[in-house]
């Protein structure tokens, strides 16, 4: 009944490795979001999906960052060659539509060693 | 133009006070307020939100008032109890959908 559902829910890894980070959305939601929470930086948007429109990219901090939605509902946000400055939590968020009540998972806490 | 700046950065109040947070945006094109509760290890929890037609919506003990002309809208959270200890977060949007965070305020409840 779930609501956002983000896996996993930590993930340590190498510098110059690639993570991919899932997030599924609530049921029904066309809306698809994918934020960063970092101490210095607090919450910034990174990439936006709505139906099969092109997604909004604009978020995105580098060419290392892709994201993709499959089917509509599942998506994945991968970062390629990881950096230390990629430290962050890693949220996703989910709407009915653009411009309605967002709801949010509990987020990714990535750490690069 | 996109900023949306929120104050204070953190705040101590007693039980059954008044909490106030406060926050001012640029960009006339939003036109969706919300304001999000984050506990730790937790994500964002949408609290309440305001659209701009409106100067004032209030759920329980949550108001947000909306000041279209300053550019302002605030969080009153009324007899604040140590549950509402958490970090607080106003945001804009606009068609895109996208949301434009402040800074977060960090609510401390002391009994």
């Known amino acids: 009944g779930a609501g956002v559902s983000q896996s996993p829910s930590n993930k340590v890894t190498e510098k110059g490795k690639d993570v991919e980070l899932r997030c599924d959305p609530i049921?029904?939601?066309?809306?698809l979001y994918w934020y960063r929470q970092s101490l210095g930086q607090g919450l910034e948007f990174l990439i936006y999906?709505?139906?099969?429109?092109?997604?909004?990219k604009s978020g995105l901090p580098s060419d290392r960052f892709s994201a993709e939605r499959t089917g509509g509902s599942v998506s994945t946000l991968t970062i390629q060659r990881t950096q230390q400055e990629d430290s962050a939590v890693y949220l996703c968020?989910?709407?009915?539509?653009?411009?309605?009540?967002?709801?949010f998972g509990d987020g990714t806490r990535l750490s690069i060693l | 133009q996109q900023q949306v700046k929120q104050s204070p950065q953190s705040l101590i109040v007693q039980k059954g006070g008044i909490s106030i947070i406060n926050c001012a945006y640029e960009?006339?094109?939003?036109?969706?307020f919300p304001w999000y509760q984050q506990f730790p290890g937790k994500g964002p929890a949408l609290l309440i939100a305001?659209?701009?037609?409106?100067s004032e919506k209030k759920e329980g003990r949550f108001t947000i008032s909306f000041n279209k002309s300053a550019k302002q809208f605030s969080l009153h959270i009324m007899d604040s109890q140590p549950g509402d200890s958490a970090t607080y977060f106003c945001?804009?949007?606009?068609?895109?959908?996208?949301?434009?965070f402040g800074q977060g305020t960090e609510l401390s409840v002391k009994p």
């Open positions: 968020a989910s709407s009915l539509q653009a411009n309605q009540p967002q709801h």
């Open positions: 049921s029904g939601h066309t809306a």
């Open positions: 999906f709505q139906g099969n429109s092109a997604p909004d």
């Open positions: 960009n006339t094109a939003f036109d969706y």
């Open positions: 305001i659209r701009p037609d409106v």
């Open positions: 945001a804009a949007c606009n068609q895109g959908g996208k949301l434009i």
